[in-house]
């Protein structure tokens, strides 16, 4: 659990106005990277590389562990990944076929092809489900020892993002048919319905279910709550980003909810207090060279043990530590 932010009204403008460089850095891949996952503690990543395959990191002290692939004779580029909430499981994804790794020994535990294109994915803690976002405006619950769905959820179009609380009693899935839904996962009832403008692209749950996130592109970014489905704040991102079509591409909880970590296509990582209802900080994740015309994405970000300390993963192949 995060120890509360002690700033005072007078000092939060000032350090929201910061953008200091990173703390630390870790280059996990030479060129591009396209998919990445952070542990829940910001421990150790996943990284799909374009060019260099599928790696397991330990961060600190900095090691790469594994080798991951989908295929013995050929590197396949990894569209997806996840790290359970234990951190004890992994699972990566290309176009169809989804591989479940076990984080301590670096083997695989199984293997399976799914019949449609896999777009967003989460990790049950354990490693014993996932929750699948599909081309065909399916999101499945899918039993990743045995093979086979147990739960399917139902949307209009593609799924393009998803999420579970810890104890997977809830989902909630985003879809280009602008709509997001939250599940009840045991029943399969659907329990709450935001409708926006344009496609969901990013959703997330608070540990406990307790909070969501929803984001949809040229439209708002809203956080609400599960049980009545009220909206509780709408991040300021400001009009001009948000008719840009810069949303969020990644988003997370603290473990206790109280906080949320973002990171924008922009290379911008915002820590925001919820009760508060404020940004308390902001970085800007460096460009690599001078000619490089704006800075790459942020795939994912993390909390970590040390509350003054937080981590992003960003295009370009390095993985940052952030404090303030």
């Given at each position: 659990m995060m120890k509360p932010l002690l700033l005072t009204a007078a000092l939060l403008p000032f350090l929201s106005a910061c953008s200091p460089a990173p703390e630390a850095e870790l280059k996990v891949a030479n060129r591009s990277v396209q998919s990445a996952s952070l542990a829940r503690d910001g421990s150790h990543a996943v990284i799909g590389s374009t060019y260099q395959g599928g790696s397991y990191w330990q961060i600190t002290p900095a090691e790469r562990l594994y080798d991951?692939?989908?295929s013995s004779d050929t590197t396949r580029l990894l569209l997806h990944s996840a790290i359970s909430s234990d951190g004890g499981w992994a699972i990566t994804v290309d176009h169809q076929?989804?591989?479940?790794?076990?984080?301590?020994?670096?083997?695989?535990?199984?293997?399976?092809?799914?019949?449609?294109?896999?777009?967003?994915?989460?990790?049950?803690?354990?490693?014993?489900?996932?929750?699948?976002?599909?081309?065909?405006g399916r999101a499945v619950l899918y039993d990743v020892r045995r093979g086979g769905t147990f739960g399917t959820f139902q949307h209009d179009a593609p799924v393009n993002a998803v999420a579970l609380n810890d104890d997977l009693s809830l989902a909630l899935t985003g879809s280009s048919d602008n709509a997001a839904h939250l599940w009840d996962t045991q029943s399969g009832k659907q329990l709450q319905q935001r409708n926006y403008s344009d496609p969901v692209q990013q959703v997330a749950l608070s540990p406990d279910g307790k909070r969501a996130l929803v984001g949809?592109?040229?439209?708002?970014?809203?956080?609400?709550?599960?049980?009545?489905?009220?909206?509780?704040?709408?991040?300021?991102?400001g009009h001009e980003r948000i008719i840009r079509g810069i949303s969020l591409s990644t988003a997370r909880f603290s473990n206790d909810g109280a906080y949320l970590l973002t990171g924008r296509p922009d290379g911008r990582v915002q820590l925001w207090d919820i009760e508060q209802q404020q940004e308390l900080y902001h970085w800007q994740l460096p460009k690599l060279s001078a000619w490089q015309p704006s800075p790459t994405s942020v795939l994912d970000v993390s909390f970590t043990d040390d509350t003054e300390r937080y981590r992003a993963v960003s295009g370009n192949g390095y993985i940052y530590t952030l404090s303030y």
């Open positions: 991951w692939n989908h076929t989804l591989v479940l790794w076990n984080t301590a020994t670096g083997e695989s535990v199984a293997y399976w092809r799914i019949s449609s294109e896999i777009r967003a994915m989460a990790l049950g803690r354990f490693g014993n489900v996932a929750l699948l976002g599909l081309d065909d949809a592109r040229y439209d708002s970014i809203e956080l609400f709550d599960t049980a009545t489905g009220e909206l509780s704040w709408q991040l300021p991102l």
